[in-house]
């Protein structure tokens, strides 16, 4: 599959995360009662860094958790030899009733994986409010989903596919468009 662009490198997903930052803060008028949810894989390092500079530009922490939604996903595809799905675990660090849940994740395409992990988070409680920041929003929803923070909107084919790279993960720091074969 080749790279047909890099549309984000390291400094724009930097400043695109820092503008979320400020986003979160403001539209919440504060961070109290807020938690940052990440979706396993990225999801969890975005959160965490979203998390960094809230507590930079607030002063305070927020909580920061992550969700696995694999038992949630429609698509469920089976991973280990014994035929099961592979489970990660969630780590959701404080009660989430009446809170207001964050859910971060890279990349916002069908609204698929948002819906499981809606699902995953009333298992663990009913928030005051949900709320979705994604790092790239590339279009083509399968369902009425949105995010209320975008780093960047991407529309693409699709033929065409969004690949973010972060250093915890992958060793490399950039959003990318390739092309289907």
């Keep these: ?3 047909k662009a890099v ?12 503008r979320i930052a400020h986003e979160i803060i403001e539209h919440n008028k ?3 009662n807020c938690v940052l949810l990440g979706i396993k894989t990225r999801g969890i390092y975005l959160a ?3 998390a960094k ?4 530009i607030e002063g305070k922490e927020i909580p920061v958790g992550n969700l696995d939604i694999t038992f949630y996903r429609d698509d469920l595809t089976q991973k280990t030899e014994s035929g099961e799905p ?3 675990g969630s780590d959701i660090p404080i009660d989430i009733n009446n809170r207001k849940v964050i859910l971060v994740d890279d990349v916002l395409y069908t609204g698929r994986t948002v819906r499981a992990a809606m699902d995953a988070i009333v298992d663990y409680g009913r928030p005051a409010q949900i709320q979705l920041a994604v790092l790239v929003d590339r279009g ?3 369902l009425p989903i949105r995010a209320d923070y975008v ?8 033929s065409e596919k969004i690949v973010v790279q972060l250093l915890e993960v992958d060793e490399k720091e950039k959003v990318s468009i390739y092309e289907n074969e």
């Design 1 to 3: 599959m080749p790279e």
């Design 7 to 18: 549309v984000l490198d390291e400094q724009a997903i930097r400043r695109a995360l820092t």
């Design 30 to 32: 504060g961070i109290d």
């Design 48 to 50: 965490k860094r979203l």
């Design 53 to 56: 500079r809230i507590e930079d």
């Design 86 to 88: 592979l489970v990660k």
């Design 140 to 142: 083509h929803r399968e």
């Design 151 to 158: 780093g960047k909107n991407i529309p693409t084919s699709k």
